[in-house]
């Protein structure tokens, strides 16, 4: 089936420097790809819709400058939190639709970043 | 109101009970239905999907939509403690970059 590779898993970063978290769709191409935070037992919140070649679309309230997302090709894309802050330690995780026929989206494992 | 409303629980239920979750929605224009289970610190993993009204059936889980009552369950015949985790609808509209709108989550324990 379908996998999505997220890394890193858990990294832990001083407050001030960027962090990059990278997903990679393994077996199919990714048309749309999706960055969501969630908070301890809470659901999950939409921040960004990445389509490959296109600016992302971010939702409200999320700073595009801060939370910068590249979706450079079918199967890879990127969020790199810039600057990072403590209130920005949470778990981040990307989603990707595949090209084609509707089967889903599959979800990456997740970043848990903790900014010290 | 929110599009999707799913009861947080927690849910607890003795091994080998019949598990049912729900969701309702008010976008009567979503078409695709998903159930996703999340294991803690976990991404959220694709148990089922269905297009449109109807059930489905995958082994001990069946989705079921019925969209004139804008209402989708999810069932677990015979549960078991592995089944522990937290269960989220999901469901998106055709066309567009199908973004999808979750619910907030079941959180379902299993004892033995």
């Known amino acids: 089936g379908a996998v999505v590779s997220q890394h890193p898993s858990r990294v832990i970063c001083k407050s001030g420097t960027s962090v990059k978290i990278e997903c990679r769709s393994l077996?199919?191409?990714?048309?749309?790809m999706f960055w969501y935070r969630q908070f301890p037992k809470k659901s999950l919140m939409l921040m960004a819709t990445?389509?490959?070649?296109?600016?992302?679309?971010?939702e409200q309230g999320v700073e595009k400058d801060k939370f910068l997302i590249n979706h450079a090709s079918l199967t890879l894309s990127t969020l790199t939190v810039t600057s990072a802050h403590p209130e920005d330690s949470s778990f981040y995780i990307c989603?990707?639709?595949?090209?084609?026929?509707?089967?889903?989206?599959?979800f990456g494992s997740g970043t848990r970043l903790t900014v010290v | 109101q929110k599009e999707v409303e799913q009861d947080p629980g927690p849910l607890s239920v003795p091994e080998g009970a019949i598990v049912s979750l729900n969701c309702t929605y008010s976008n009567s224009a979503f078409q695709y239905f998903m159930w996703y289970r999340q294991y803690s610190r976990k991404g959220p993993e694709l148990l089922m999907y269905?297009?449109?009204?109807g059930n489905k059936e995958d082994g001990r889980f069946t989705a079921q939509v019925d969209k004139s009552s804008k209402y989708i369950s999810l069932f677990i015949r015979d549960s078991q403690p592995s089944d522990s985790a937290t269960y989220l609808c999901?469901?998106?509209?055709?066309?567009?970059?199908?973004?999808?709108?979750f619910g907030r989550g079941t959180s379902l324990i299993v004892h033995p």
């Open positions: 077996d199919f191409q990714a048309t749309t």
């Open positions: 990445s389509n490959e070649g296109s600016k992302a679309t971010y």
């Open positions: 269905t297009y449109s009204s």
């Open positions: 989603s990707a639709r595949s090209t084609g026929s509707f089967h889903g989206y599959t």
């Open positions: 999901a469901m998106t509209s055709t066309g567009g970059s199908y973004i999808p709108t």
